[in-house]
């Protein structure tokens, strides 16, 4: 059975880019009825917060994303120090006491000299004495030791893998502070789940070289990787998380439709076009990790905008009517509202705006220079609400008294119902005003 693992870090909102990671785990998942895990990364205890966390899964149960099992990592801290004792008497993981500035230094030598700035393993021939006199002195941390083996693995997105050891350092993987990183809980915490297929981005590549020589080194099955290409904008430069307006909560708050979000990400990359999906089930025919281009993947906002719009005017009565009550609509108009709005909104939110007009009394102005014939056609506007087609047999009443036609006709009209001379179908508009106890003020 396939088991896989989102790990997202609880110290911030989850961005656009992480998101990717999650759905394609999670459609791995269930594509094959295997578990899909939710591992909250959170050993960083000065950042972690539970906002955080609380935001992390509502934003995946907004998407649709379910969890077969939860675990933190803040938990297992008892565990991952009996591993690296383990590590430490087989002499893969070994105790390190350079400062960063210590460390700085060296990289800038050995780069000076035209060299790969790898650390260079000083601390094993520390004395124990050595190591005592400067224990007393700072905090100490620790590596782990890599073997001079090349690394080889059939990744499931990006083929046939190599990575030379040597020229990467020996990993970090406890800080003097005590903090356990990323690369060696990971590992146990896969190890001990069970998780058969590791599918992450591609910035995690050399990660996955290290970490396949720490799962060999415990003598444990080595899971399936994938790694999926990045994000990128239109102008080709990697997507930052500290932008504010590509995570979750914000894209959740500015009306995009979930199902939006989760179509434009497994379709790009991918050698299928653009599309709007309903729900999880129907992209699960032409999902295939193996046919996912290597290539930075491009996010356009207005394609997510796009799918968006054409994914909220698709929804039902039935999907839509809890929010429209919420806005004030009553229930007896929620259905004509409903058919009126749906032709005039990128999002749900721009739902509110139409009901202020809905809302909106008429107040007749004695200084337009269409007052009186404003005044004459709203007296014939009276007892319409009770016809089927108002805004048809009103303006053909106004008309014939009028003898105004086209825009003459019809703007000023408009103008003094909404406020705009752009908008809704009037057809559809005026009854839902009629019946809303629409008010003339002279």
Known sequence: MIITRFAPSPTGFLHIGNLRTAIFNFLATRKEGGKFILRLDDTDSSRSKKEFVDQVKEDLNWLGIC????????????????????????????????????????KKKLL????????????????????EKLRSEKPSYWRFKLNN??????????????????????????????????T????????????????????????????????????KPVPNFGHHSLLIDLDGKALSKRDGSL?????????????????????????????????????????????LSKAPAKLNISSLNALSQKAVQELSINEVEDYI???GVPKGLSRNFWDMAKENISTKNDMEELWKICKRDVELDKADPDYEFLQKAFSLLRDLHKEPEPWKLWTEKVKKVSQRKGKDLYLPLRY???????????????????????????
């Open 67 to 106: 969890w077969d099992q939860e675990f933190s990592q803040s938990d297992h801290i008892k565990r991952y120090d009996s591993i690296r004792k383990e590590l430490v008497e087989m002499g893969r993981v070994y105790e390190c006491f350079e400062t960063p500035a210590e460390l700085d230094l060296k």
């Open 112 to 131: 000076s000299m035209g060299k790969p700035p790898v650390y260079d393993r000083a601390s094993l021939l520390l004395s124990e004495k050595e190591k």
């Open 149 to 182: 083996e090349v690394v080889e693995w059939r990744d499931s997105i990006l083929g046939n893998q190599s990575i030379n050891p040597s020229s990467v350092s020996d990993p970090v993987i406890v800080k003097a502070d005590g903090q356990y990183l990323y």
């Open 184 to 219: 060696l809980a990971s590992v146990v915490d896969d190890i001990d789940y069970g998780v058969t297929d590791i599918i992450r981005g591609s910035d995690h590549v050399t990660n996955t070289a290290v970490q396949i020589q720490i799962f060999k080194a415990l003598s």
């Open 247 to 291: 995570n979750l909560k914000t894209l959740k708050n500015s009306g995009i439709e979930p199902m939006a979000i989760v179509s434009l990400l497994v379709s790009l990359g991918s050698a299928h076009s653009i599309e709007l999906y309903k729900n999880f089930k129907d992209i699960f025919d032409t999902f295939d990790l193996a046919s």
């Open 325 to 327: 009550s919420s806005i």
């Open 416 to 442: 003094a119902l909404t406020g705009s001379t752009s908008g809704p179908d009037m057809n559809k508009l005026l009854p839902i005003m009629l019946l809303n106890n629409l008010q003339i003020i002279e």
